[in-house]
């Protein structure tokens, strides 16, 4: 039959931190450094977004709702922009809905108390 010995009789595992090293020549692990950048821009900067590259509202197409996720991966990586420069929205991505139903509840709902 199978005898154990009971968990406080069992050595420790070798290099186990609940053991402490007896080797007193072990060097001492280096001191961990955590370096974090300054945030750019900083308070009342003004970021600069030269560097994404800006396509006209409407220019990325809208897959069909029923394709396949594997098709929809390059938009992941693209900027869709429904919104033109006035704030119309323009394009495939248009919903095409009246104001009241894009406005937010609470919107309508102080707009119309009889709710």
């Not at 961990?32 to 970021?47: F, M, Y």
């Not at 800006?54 to 938009?75: M, N, S, Y």
Request: glycine share 6%; net charge neutral.
């Amino acid at each position: 039959m199978l005898q154990c010995r009971p968990w406080t009789q069992r050595p420790p595992l070798r290099n186990s931190p609940l053991r402490p090293s007896s080797n007193a020549a072990e060097p001492a692990a280096p001191r961990l450094k955590l370096h974090i950048p300054a945030h750019h821009p900083a308070s009342g900067e003004r970021p600069d977004l030269s560097y994404v590259p800006r396509f006209p509202a409407g220019a990325v197409e809208r897959p069909d709702i029923a394709v396949p996720a594997q098709e929809t991966h390059p938009l992941a990586y693209t900027l869709i922009r429904v919104l033109d420069d006035d704030g119309g929205a323009v394009g495939a991505w248009d919903p095409k809905l009246p104001p009241e139903t894009l406005r937010p509840r609470s919107a309508r709902d102080d707009a119309d108390p009889g709710l």
